[in-house]
């Protein structure tokens, strides 16, 4: 199932919590955060909302507009660590692997 990035501004939402010691919001979340100049995004899990960032060092490159998430596409994948989803965004979207052909 693909999901819809979206872009959220703050976390300090109702839709943001911790469980346990980890971050979850709206699957498709993007939180953007900056790093020595460098643009960088924290995303929620397409399938379980975990929000997590790129390894150190791990880097997409970005097409579309970066200030509007829907006209995002990142190259390569996008692959969680929280429940091992393995996906792409394009035009906006998140679609697992098995989905994008
Ligand atoms: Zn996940």
Not at 13 to 36: E, I, Q, T
């Amino acid at each position: 199932m693909s999901v819809l990035a979206m872009e959220m501004r703050s976390l300090e939402d109702d839709r943001v919590s911790y469980r346990g010691d980890r971050l979850y919001g709206p699957p498709g979340a993007m939180f953007r955060v900056g790093r020595d100049g460098i643009a960088g995004f924290w995303i929620a899990c397409p399938r379980c909302g975990a929000f997590g960032s790129a390894r150190h060092g791990h880097s997409w490159e970005i097409e579309g507009d970066p200030s509007d998430v829907s006209t995002l596409t990142l190259t390569p994948s996008i692959r969680k660590a929280c429940c091992d989803w393995h996906g792409f965004l394009v035009n906006g979207q998140f679609v697992p692997v098995e989905e994008s052909v």
